[in-house]
């Protein structure tokens, strides 16, 4: 039977980076015909699985055979029928859809299929992926996270691989579009193909995978099938231990009543010409998140609140601790007001790649410790590195080393890190979980409410949805541009945010015809 052609083995590979060992001895296998999952905690080795899975990396140690082959090249992986969709967005910005979607597929004195079968088989393509008509003449740096995601994917998908990895390929996808992928990934499956995930999205492989296989410090320490594919029992293997288990319950322990005190207002904003006004809040000590479906308009407001996309009409304004009202205009004027944002787009708005993680971290707060004649004092630099380091359990090695050395979750936690040593009044975080394992999400959630315990403010965007659930005060679901909902305590519920998300009423039958289609 297909299911039990083994299609990927490694065996043994072991591999180093330095002094840090990304992967211990680990074996793995997965057949023809099954969605396999790779799952663990940032720094567990899952990328660099992958990488040399991909031939992008070489062992130090081990075999790997892809369909009887061992590609110790991407070209000779891509030739043995291996594609692989990196965790970081890979186009050419300056370049046309279409262009992106097929570099590096023709030969050098001709091409492999007539142009135009490439533009219909293109077209038809993109346009199922992203829901709606693709300009493929388009060039690449004038179109949002979520269209260079699908780029990447369907450049992937065209070429028609018997093996696919996708290493967290759905993060810049909203929960319509992941239904859309994994719609995809079915259709791969049922005619024989080898799908290998890495996510941090536990619902989203709950759901799709046969199979997942748990990296812990770099080893591998068990094989789930697919009914014992739980939370629960993935969060056990991932971080030997209970530490994060009950995360909704720890956010509320540390939860206290803070005082009713305003801190963000937004009174009549406009985000495009000819869109209803948003009338916006967040108190002292309050968890406010913000959802919707990809280009309502939640990502654009973020930007507003945050001084990078002036609104078309209207200005949000921050509280004083004297109730007068400070306009909010300009990335100046947030730095002013004690205003943070964290981007989820860390390759675009958050890394400096040639810079070390050191530098990375402390780059936010050289102005907070300048001493006499502009001289930057280190050692409090060096005091809220360390701090934060602790704080969010970052990975780091060597802090000399550059910030692309780590994983892409601990890159992340650097630019968490990097907004909490501001010490701001307000906390904005466009999809700051993307690319985090569950762990180091519970962790930021705790962190999160202590600051607005503390009397924060936070403002949480976040394409996954359940995130939300024991953790926001107050959920604002975006549609058209606009507030369409917003709810709070009990409310706060899948069924009731992907309701508002589709712009209805709470029905019970929304999430199981977006299950369905998954199927």
Request: with cysteine; proline share 3%; aromatic share 6%.
């Amino acid at each position: 039977m297909t299911d039990q052609i083994v299609t990927v083995r490694v065996k043994s590979v072991s591999k180093s980076f330095g002094e840090t060992r990304a992967l211990r001895s680990v074996d793995f296998e997965a057949r023809a015909g099954e969605v396999h999952a790779i799952v663990g905690e940032n720094g567990s080795g899952k990328s660099t699985l992958a990488k040399i899975m991909s031939g992008v990396l070489l062992a130090d140690l081990g075999d790997v055979k892809i369909l009887g082959r061992a590609p110790r090249t991407p070209i000779q992986a891509r030739d043995a029928g291996l594609a692989t969709i990196f965790q970081e967005i890979l186009v050419a910005d300056g370049a046309s859809v279409f262009d992106n979607l097929y570099v590096g597929r023709d030969r050098l004195f001709r091409a492999t299929a007539r142009h135009a079968d490439r533009v219909a088989e293109a077209q038809d393509l993109m346009d199922r992926f992203v829901g709606a008509p693709v300009d493929l003449q388009a060039t690449v740096d004038q179109l949002p996270l979520n269209i260079r995601q699908w780029i990447v994917i369907a450049r992937a998908i065209l070429c028609r691989p018997k093996v696919l990895i996708l290493d967290e390929s759905s993060a810049a996808l909203d929960l319509d579009a992941t239904v859309r992928l994994h719609a995809e990934i079915s259709r791969l499956r049922t005619e024989g193909a080898t799908i290998l995930i890495v996510t941090h999205r536990i619902a989203e492989l709950v759901r799709i995978a046969d199979r997942a296989t748990v990296l812990r410090d770099g080893e591998a320490v068990g094989v789930l099938e697919k009914e014992s594919i739980t939370e629960e029992n993935l969060v056990t293997m991932m971080t030997a231990s209970n530490r994060h288990a009950g995360h909704a319950e720890t956010v509320t322990r540390l939860k206290r009543e803070a005082a009713a005190a305003p801190v963000v207002s937004v009174k009549g904003i406009e985000l495009s010409k000819g869109t209803a006004p948003i009338n916006f809040f967040v108190d002292a000590g309050q968890i406010v998140g913000v959802t919707g479906l990809d280009g309502h308009g939640q990502d654009d407001f973020l930007r507003s609140l945050a001084g990078i996309r002036p609104p078309q009409a209207g200005v949000p304004c921050i509280i004083g601790q004297d109730d007068s009202e400070h306009p909010l205009a300009s990335l100046g004027d947030a730095e002013q007001l004690g205003v943070a944002y964290v981007s989820g787009d860390r390759k675009r708005e958050g890394i400096f790649p040639d810079q070390s993680i050191y530098e990375n971290l402390a780059i936010g707060i050289y102005r907070q410790n300048l001493g006499p004649f502009g001289v930057i004092r280190r050692s409090g630099l060096a005091q809220s590195f360390d701090r934060e380091v602790k704080r969010l359990r970052i990975k780091t090695g060597p802090p000399s080393n550059k910030i692309t050395s780590l994983s892409g979750g601990n890159q992340q936690k650097i630019l968490i890190g990097r907004a909490f040593a501001r010490k701001p009044r307000v906390i904005i975080l466009n999809d700051p979980a993307r690319g985090v394992d569950i762990g180091t999400k519970r962790d930021l959630y705790v962190e999160l409410r202590r600051f607005a315990d503390e009397g924060g403010a936070v403002v949480y965007l976040s394409s996954e949805i359940e995130e939300f659930v024991g953790f926001a005060d107050r959920v604002d679901v975006f549609v058209d541009h606009t507030i369409f909902r917003s709810l709070s305590g009990t409310a706060i519920a899948e069924d009731d945010m992907l309701a508002a998300m589709f712009g209805q009423a709470r029905d019970a039958h929304v999430s199981f015809e977006i299950e369905e289609a998954a199927q």
